[in-house]
């Protein structure tokens, strides 16, 4: 029996999500409810940094770490950080009906991640074996929620650190298929779950401990793998892990993150190399972005004439969205700059754009009509706007006509253009036109000759015909 603390356990409700928060100030292990999830805080300090650990496959909250949690939330090898403990019943646990399964282990623990975030500055989640890939999928969903929301970093989520983690899958997952067979497909060696993520984060996020990467989120990834670790090879281990971010310790798969009272290799590298060495780099980002935003004031407004954009879109939008910042960074010269709204607080947008995949357009999917009616709403509010709608995908010509329906009778009343692209390559080129036109028809941006050299031509305004994709 897991023994209670000696001080407060309050069950608290934090975005509709169940977390135990235990006050404590020595650590003590507690019960989990249906939240399966147990926040050990220390009342007496200041806001520390969060370390929250997921066990792997057959695992349990506390057993499979051992004194780990309790020698970190001490402090007793180094800074002391608050623990969160994340329960989920599988393998052997799970034989039962109607118990959760992998994607169901996401959800939740990735609502207690984006509860938890407006709480800490600075989150590590740590995972074991199958766990390591269970915060890999959470990480995924939560970066690609932040960038829907127009959010351009990881938010509090400071670093991933995988532990014995298939990262690439395991031999063994094949003899295991009589008995976990919902599992399988997460932990089968260079399954398509794992080719998914990797592709994901090879794509769209950097994984080295610095600053900033453009046009990249920043979310570091360390990995640690026991030499004597007969169920996870060094490749899946540490595959897409930067070199310098990987530990090899003496350790068996399990032993791996259980340290004897005498070892302190494991959280001497959590500490130092992992927690320590993050919190620098990211308080130096603070720094930097203070210090531009100080610089700014002081050297005064960008004098080029500007164009302000605005980027709308859907859950699938994180790819479309850094070809616009990369099209709109393009279009910007040294007669003119191209500022997304973000970057303008307050400024009137003189272009939105709308992007969306063809096949969600196809299906009539209710939160992509509603961009568009919410697009078409900014119209009408504001003349002097353009608007771009732009369904992308091999099927986009189809996606045009129904994009035109869901306007209706009463079409906007400014320039408003709906013209769709086959692929990537094909939607820069309608960006790109767009911004162009944008530029040349403001009467109150003197801009023309400055862009002589920039614009071999004045283009045609291929919207203004209906036949061309003007609505």
Not at 166 to 188: H, T
Not at 357 to 365: E, R, S, T
């Amino acid at each position: 029996m897991l023994r209670l603390s000696t001080l407060a356990w309050a069950t608290i409700v934090v975005g509709g999500v169940l977390v135990n928060r235990l006050r404590q100030s020595h650590f003590a292990r507690a019960e989990f409810d249906s939240g399966r999830f147990n926040l050990h805080v220390d009342p007496d300090a200041s806001p520390r940094t969060l370390v929250i650990l997921v066990h792997g496959l057959g695992g349990s909250g506390y057993k499979t770490w051992g004194q780990l949690p309790e020698r970190l939330f001490s402090g007793a090898d180094g800074p002391a950080v608050d623990i969160g403990i994340y329960d989920y019943r599988s393998g052997l646990r799970r034989l039962f009906p109607k118990m959760s399964d992998f994607e169901s282990w996401t959800r939740q623990l990735g609502g207690h991640l984006r509860d938890l975030d407006a709480e800490y500055s600075d989150i590590f989640l740590v995972g074991h074996s199958m766990g390591g890939v269970l915060i890999e999928a959470v990480a995924r969903n939560h970066l690609e929620a932040r960038a829907f929301r127009h959010e351009e970093d990881s938010g509090a989520l400071a670093a991933l650190v995988a532990i014995a983690s298939p990262l690439a899958g395991s031999g063994w997952a094949l003899p295991l298929l009589g008995l976990l067979r919902p599992e399988i497909r997460i932990l089968k060696r260079l399954n398509e779950h794992s080719a998914e993520v990797a592709t994901f984060y090879a794509t769209y996020v950097e994984r080295r401990n610095m600053t900033e990467a453009p046009g990249l989120m920043v979310l570091p990834v360390y990995a640690a793998r026991g030499g004597s670790d007969r169920l996870v090879s060094y490749f899946s281990a540490t595959v897409g892990v930067p070199a310098t971010q990987q530990r090899h310790l003496e350790a068996g798969h399990s032993s791996i993150v259980r340290p004897a009272p005498s070892d302190a290799e494991l959280i001497g590298w959590l500490h130092r190399d992992v927690i320590a060495a993050r919190l620098e780099v990211r308080t130096q980002a603070g720094r930097e972005r203070q210090h531009a935003a100080q610089h700014s004031s002081a050297t005064g407004a960008d004098q080029r004439p500007r164009i302000v954009t605005r980027f709308m879109s859907d859950w699938s939008g994180l790819h479309w969205e850094r070809i616009y910042n990369e099209t709109r960074r393009a279009a910007t010269t040294t007669a003119v700059a191209v500022y997304d709204t973000r970057d303008a607080p307050g400024a009137d947008i003189d272009l939105l754009i709308a992007v969306h995949h063809a096949d969600l357009v196809l299906a009539g999917d209710p939160d992509v009509r509603a961009i568009v009616l919410q697009a078409r709403a900014e119209c009408d509010r504001r003349v002097s706007m353009s608007v771009g709608i732009c369904p992308v995908g091999a099927r986009f010509e189809a996606a045009e006509p129904i994009v035109r329906e869901w306007l209706g009778e009463c079409p906007p009343m400014a320039s408003f253009y709906v013209r769709g692209a086959a692929d990537a390559g094909g939607l820069r080129e309608v960006l790109a036109e767009l911004l162009q036109l944008v530029i040349y028809r403001d009467p109150r941006r003197e801009v023309q000759a400055a862009l002589a050299d920039d614009w071999p031509d004045e283009p045609k305004d291929v919207y203004d015909d209906p036949g061309k994709g003007g609505y």
